[in-house]
């Protein structure tokens, strides 16, 4: 029998996907330092917590790769150099859904 839930309760949330994971660990490793998502994060960089309403996934990766091929003067280190394939997608496809 499955558990009914009163009103003064919540269902329990559903485990994270594993992209959604890999985009945690990513944005933990490299991102938090200087960005903010949800409130958390360094104060150096832009919010990221809506990104995705203004910048798709190729437009991103780009960004993330090596941000100076967009803006000449990017204060952001590159990180094509540092991320893997599935480093990159994994932030970049969690960002991108970031509306």
Same mark, same amino acid.
């Given at each position: 029998?499955?558990?009914?839930?009163?009103?003064?309760?919540?269902?329990?949330?559903?485990?994270?996907?594993?992209?959604?994971?890999?985009?945690?660990?990513?944005?933990?490793?490299?991102?938090?330092?200087?960005?903010?998502?949800?409130?958390?994060?360094?104060?150096?960089?832009?919010?990221?917590?809506?990104?995705?309403?203004?910048?798709?996934?190729?437009?991103?990766?780009?960004?993330?790769?090596?941000?100076?091929?967009?803006?000449? #003067? %990017?204060? +952001?280190? *590159?990180?094509? &150099?540092? $991320?893997? #394939? %599935?480093? +990159?997608? *994994?932030?970049? &496809?969690? $960002?991108? #859904?970031?509306?």
């Amino acid at each position: 029998m499955s558990p009914v839930w009163s009103d003064q309760e919540a269902a329990p949330a559903p485990a994270p996907s594993s992209g959604v994971r890999s985009a945690a660990i990513v944005y933990g490793r490299f991102c938090a330092t200087c960005h903010t998502l949800d409130g958390e994060g360094g104060k150096q960089g832009p919010e990221l917590s809506h990104v995705g309403a203004m910048h798709d996934a190729m437009w991103l990766r780009q960004w993330i790769s090596d941000p100076t091929t967009i803006k000449a #003067d %990017a204060n +952001m280190p *590159a990180f094509g &150099d540092r $991320l893997d #394939d %599935a480093q +990159m997608t *994994a932030i970049v &496809d969690y $960002l991108a #859904d970031r509306k």
